[in-house]
């Protein structure tokens, strides 16, 4: 059973002359697939992710002969696990109040670290390679720490999710890219209506696809609401939104089913980030969480 780093090279490894204790980062998508600092891990076997991620982030603790932190999120359980991990190997989970604190200092030491710009650039070469799986649960990683990180409405969160909802599309998961892709359009509207027509007409182009009439009923009318509300504001003028506006109306009309007038999200207070609706939420972690704790000596704890 064998599982690296890819591309494994000296990129995958922290500055050693990073501040200590820089914040890791980890993720388990839903179907197992597993990602560090931005790379995908290639796992054979059946071994378990917990085991792969802390043999990987040992690995960095070893290289900066210091202990490091992490923050694991675990789709498979929808769980954070915040973690310290050893050189020797051994690591523990921490609550939530012992983490590192937060901070713009903190944030811009990490993501000096391992820039986000250098894993969307993986991404895209994954996509360009055709690897579409890989590239979305990298996608999904990113925006995944991005968001717990600093935000839904972060620009750099939303572009995440953007990436992700493009991705989704390429593979043919129409609902998924639609919920993606509304999303960032809903954000958009709500905080900077001069960007959101490109964002509404992503998220137009994918519920077209969708078969589901229920869902194409709700999500439609959503975005007719937006569409109305960019027009009432003088700021529907590309003939091609135009021409998506008209198409969202006439498919749910032919369908029968009523249009209400539309409605605007308020705004809300500059400083105020909530968690997108469609994210699902992850439990808080827990001290003494065993899948995440190793002794000194000892290659893992049994699982739960």
């Given at each position: 059973m064998t599982y690296s780093l890819t591309p494994r090279d000296e990129g995958n490894l922290p500055a050693l002359s990073a501040p200590p204790l820089i914040r890791l980062d980890a993720y388990v998508a839903e179907d197992g697939s597993t990602v560090?600092?931005?790379?995908?891990?290639?796992?054979?076997?059946?071994?378990?992710?917990?085991?792969?991620?802390?043999?990987?982030?040992?690995?960095?603790?070893?290289?900066?002969?210091?202990?490091?932190?992490?923050?694991?999120?675990?789709?498979?359980?929808q769980q954070v696990a915040r973690l310290r991990v050893y050189p020797d190997g051994s690591s523990r989970t921490i609550a939530d109040e012992e983490d590192l604190p937060p901070g713009r200092e903190r944030t811009a030491a990490e993501e000096e670290a391992f820039p986000p710009l250098a894993r969307v650039e993986?991404?895209?070469?994954?996509?360009?390679?055709?690897?579409?799986?890989?590239?979305?649960?990298?996608?999904?990683?990113?925006?995944?720490?991005?968001?717990?990180?600093?935000?839904?409405?972060?620009?750099?969160?939303?572009?995440?999710?953007?990436?992700?909802?493009?991705?989704?599309?390429?593979?043919?998961?129409?609902?998924?890219?639609?919920?993606?892709?509304?999303?960032?359009?809903?954000?958009?509207?709500?905080?900077?209506?001069?960007?959101?027509?490109?964002?509404?007409?992503?998220?137009t182009a994918a519920w077209q696809r969708l078969i589901d009439e229920g869902q194409v009923a709700t999500r439609g009318q959503e975005l007719l609401h937006m569409w109305e509300h960019l027009s009432s504001e003088g700021l529907l003028l590309e003939p091609s939104h135009q021409a998506m506006a008209q198409a969202v109306r006439g498919r749910l009309e032919r369908r029968g089913r009523s249009v209400p007038a539309p409605a605007t999200a308020p705004a809300l207070p500059a400083g105020q980030n909530p968690i997108a609706p469609e994210d699902q939420p992850l439990s808080p972690t827990r001290r003494g969480l065993r899948r995440f704790t190793r002794r000194p000596g000892r290659p893992t704890e049994p699982s739960p």
């Open positions: 560090v600092n931005g790379h995908l891990l290639e796992m054979g076997g059946t071994r378990p992710p917990n085991e792969a991620i802390l043999d990987a982030i040992a690995m960095f603790a070893r290289t900066l002969r210091a202990p490091v932190a992490a923050t694991v999120i675990d789709r498979t359980v993986r991404i895209i070469q994954h996509a360009q390679r055709e690897e579409l799986h890989a590239a979305f649960v990298l996608a999904s990683a990113l925006r995944e720490h991005l968001t717990l990180r600093r935000g839904a409405e972060d620009e750099l969160s939303l572009e995440a999710r953007a990436i992700e909802a493009y991705l989704a599309y390429q593979r043919g998961d129409y609902m998924l890219s639609t919920v993606l892709a509304l999303t960032v359009a809903r954000i958009r509207c709500r905080t900077d209506l001069n960007r959101a027509a490109p964002e509404v007409a992503r998220a």
